[in-house]
């Protein structure tokens, strides 16, 4: 098989056997490793230390410019909390309010705040906080937002009432998970301090409190005794940038970390035998596929689906899910919408054949392939992209990968700023409109064009109060995605993750198909 998916390694995971095998016995044995910087802090009493596989940025302690991903949601559930939110058993658990009701005509939504809860500057979460957090709103689906909402009203300090300007199914969904707005932030501090002054010292409501951030190293968190759920468990959480799987691994392994996020390949293989450590995977909500933003434009190769699909069945998702993700990834044919979430169409599963691709590309006037420029992904997953420009070239498709480090890639992809093949990962919080209405239709902020009868149908399920109605028509929006490979589907991914010894409670896959550890005030540490 091609990309040496099955007799021989992929390049990345050659450059781990090449790194590890040598580097990682020497800094078991001598406690040390070149160019590796020591965390002399991990393993405090009452501290827990992660491993963090990208660069920490101040805009995402910032609830207000989420971005659609679900990245921020790692810090926002630690330091911020929202109205209502995702929690063990429940999709939707009311948080800060006690409460939530909607009417029977389905145009308003009627939230108590529940009492006593405080920010962490001792100020009490109030009505006018809900609704200046909504109003400062400027992230993903702000405009959607906006359009919908009619007014926010607050008859009394503790009541909050959203009117909607008509029916709107997803209307919580928006606000409480597919984006910010109901991660709510002290009116009063934010004014003072300004939005600059926010970003370096966050204040807000969530079970620990900012200490320092020191950008590119680390993040440092301590509890927040009066955190109206529960106290949590753990005194100090340090968050530490580890960008490179070696050494997170190598750090893991010497208890300078005790969690490590995202180690795949024959790193993740050498975790499962290291005894003491605890390989925990969990599919989550990430669909890993490329896109192709120059579709709409007639004189790209993109234009013709044919070249779509053959790029589609050029890839080896199979091969790259064993030597990558050990097998746990989910291979399935939905490009952007998670199996798991409401309105999941389930399409055939994809399939992988590089002679039809070349028959394809052949009857698309390209039998000696073609240039595709750059195959921009995020450099957190670049060995992805290696093994899949691997499968793109065995077809006569070639192209360079450009890796962008996070925070850069998802504002630069939001700004259309990308051509030829971009490595998307839909992660954010949500369902299949949520998901559909950021990815693939009008006015999106990841969508670089539309198709008219999709958005037609979008625009129908908004507004469509019969569930098995608006089923059918997200369902139907789905189809037509797989049947024009508008995306080319790789997996859902398996994210892959390592515990040390010290470690009681990790907090992995306690909220349903969430990649990181939750809810912070329920981790643990070991008792002696």
């Known amino acids: 098989m091609h990309a040496g998916f099955g007799r021989s390694p992929p390049r990345a995971a050659t450059a781990y056997r090449m790194?590890?095998?040598?580097?990682?016995?020497?800094?078991?044995?001598?406690?040390?490793?070149?160019?590796?910087?020591?965390?002399?802090?991990?393993?405090?009493?009452?501290?827990?230390?992660?491993?963090?596989?990208?660069?920490?940025?101040?805009?995402?302690?910032?609830?207000?410019?989420?971005s659609g991903i679900i990245t921020p949601f790692m810090v926002l559930y630690a330091l911020h909390d929202a109205m209502v939110k995702p929690m063990p058993g429940q999709g939707l658990a009311p948080s800060l309010a006690e409460t939530v009701t909607a009417s029977e005509d389905g145009r308003s939504y009627d939230l108590v705040l529940r009492a006593g809860a405080?920010?962490?500057?001792?100020?009490?979460?109030?009505?006018?906080?809900?609704?200046?957090?909504?109003?400062?709103?400027?992230?993903?689906?702000?405009?959607?937002?906006?359009?919908?909402?009619?007014?926010v009203e607050t008859p009394d300090p503790r009541h909050i009432r959203f009117l909607l300007k008509e029916p709107w199914p997803d209307f919580l969904i928006f606000y409480a998970t597919a984006t910010g707005a109901g991660w709510v932030v002290p009116k009063n501090y934010l004014q003072k301090v300004g939005d600059d002054g926010f970003k370096k010292a966050p204040v807000g409501a969530g079970p620990y409190k900012f200490v320092s951030f020191n950008p590119g190293v680390e993040l440092v968190l301590e509890a927040f005794d009066s955190y109206w759920r529960k106290k949590p468990a753990v005194k100090r959480l340090v968050f530490k940038v580890i960008p490179d799987e070696t050494t997170r691994l190598a750090a893991l392994k010497l208890g300078e970390v005790d969690i490590a996020y995202s180690i795949r390949g024959e790193l993740a293989e050498q975790l499962r035998q290291t005894p003491g450590l605890t390989l925990k995977p969990a599919?989550?909500?990430?669909?890993?596929?490329?896109?192709?933003?120059?579709?709409?434009?007639?004189?790209?190769?993109?234009?013709?689906?044919?070249?779509?699909?053959?790029?589609?069945?050029?890839?080896?998702?199979?091969?790259?899910?064993?030597?990558?993700?050990?097998?746990?990834?989910?291979v399935t044919g939905n490009s952007i919408v998670p199996k798991g979430y409401d309105f999941y169409w389930q399409p055939p599963e994809p399939v992988y054949d590089p002679e039809a691709a070349k028959k394809l590309l052949a009857e698309a006037g390209f039998a000696s392939g073609f240039d595709a420029g750059n195959y921009f992904c995020d450099s957190s997953y670049a060995n992805i992209g290696e093994a899949l420009v691997d499968n793109l070239l065995a077809v006569g498709i070639r192209s360079k990968l450009r890796p962008v480090e996070r925070a850069a890639f998802i504002k630069e992809y939001s700004e259309k700023k990308y051509k030829n093949i971009v490595q998307a990962g839909p992660g954010a919080f949500g369902n299949a409109a949520t998901r559909i209405e950021a990815h693939l239709v009008k006015g999106g902020v990841f969508s670089y064009g539309s198709y008219p009868d999709i958005d037609d149908l979008y625009q129908q399920q908004a507004r469509e109060v019969d569930r098995t109605k608006r089923e059918a028509l997200l369902f139907k929006i789905q189809q037509l995605m797989v049947e024009r490979t508008i995306y080319a589907p790789?997996?859902?991914?398996?994210?892959?993750?390592?515990?040390?010894?010290?470690?009681?409670?990790?907090?992995?896959?306690?909220?349903?198909?969430?990649p990181y550890t939750a809810p912070y005030e329920e981790i643990t540490l070991k008792t002696a």
């Not at 907090?507 to 349903?512: D, K, L, S, T």
């Open 19 to 66: 790194v590890s095998r040598r580097d990682l016995i020497a800094a078991a044995g001598l406690g040390l490793m070149t160019g590796m910087p020591r965390f002399s802090e991990a393993g405090a009493p009452e501290q827990l230390t992660w491993g963090i596989h990208v660069s920490l940025a101040p805009t995402w302690f910032e609830p207000a410019e989420a």
């Open 118 to 151: 405080t920010f962490h500057n001792g100020d009490p979460v109030t009505a006018e906080d809900v609704k200046f957090s909504f109003t400062r709103y400027r992230g993903i689906a702000h405009d959607l937002l906006q359009a919908r909402v009619a007014d």
């Open 283 to 330: 599919v989550v909500q990430g669909t890993f596929c490329l896109y192709f933003p120059d579709q709409w434009d007639e004189k790209s190769p993109w234009h013709d689906p044919r070249v779509r699909k053959a790029a589609s069945l050029a890839i080896d998702r199979k091969g790259s899910n064993d030597a990558l993700t050990l097998g746990y990834s989910a």
């Open 490 to 514: 790789i997996w859902q991914l398996a994210f892959i993750n390592g515990i040390g010894p010290r470690v009681g409670e990790a907090g992995f896959a306690r909220i349903p198909l969430f």
